[in-house]
């Protein structure tokens, strides 16, 4: 499993931002993969995740409703999050995931398996920074 994920930076309150997770090395249009994020001296939490295959199940933390939105692209084996209105308390590495072997549905019990580190491959990481 390889995770890449791109399109971090910094921008002021209000703004948007979309970050996209390139993934290979499993089969992507049959997977939930989420993402995550990390502030400095915080754990880990969730933020979106999504089934791939025909179902198309979103869910999202209740903190970024209304304002993130999780899609996917399996024939760029691309899981995309749109970001707008965003607010300081977005700033975090943002992080994507998946697990071949947890594949689960998207909802709190997958997405909070994965953030507390007991399942999941990740990618590197991409730094967002929102400021006034």
């Known amino acids: 499993v390889q995770l890449v994920e791109s399109g971090g930076g910094s921008v002021q309150i209000g703004g948007s931002l979309i970050l996209s997770c390139v993934a290979s090395?499993?089969?992507?249009?049959?997977?939930?993969i989420g993402w995550f994020r990390q502030a400095p001296g915080k754990e880990r939490e969730g933020v979106a995740c999504?089934?791939?295959?025909?179902?198309?199940?979103?869910y999202y933390v209740n903190s970024v409703k209304g304002r993130f939105t999780i899609s996917s692209d399996s024939a760029k084996n691309t899981v995309y999050l749109r970001m707008n209105n965003l607010e300081p308390e977005d700033t975090a590495v943002y992080f994507c995931?998946?697990?071949?072997?947890?594949?689960?549905?998207?909802?709190?019990?997958?997405?909070?398996?994965?953030?507390?580190?007991?399942?999941?491959?990740w990618g590197q990481g991409t730094q967002v920074s929102v400021s006034s």
């Open positions: 999504i089934n791939t295959n025909d179902d198309g199940h979103v």
């Open positions: 090395g499993f089969t992507f249009d049959d997977s939930v």
């Open positions: 995931a998946t697990d071949p072997l947890y594949p689960g549905y998207p909802g709190p019990m997958w997405i909070d398996t994965l953030a507390a580190g007991v399942a999941g491959s």
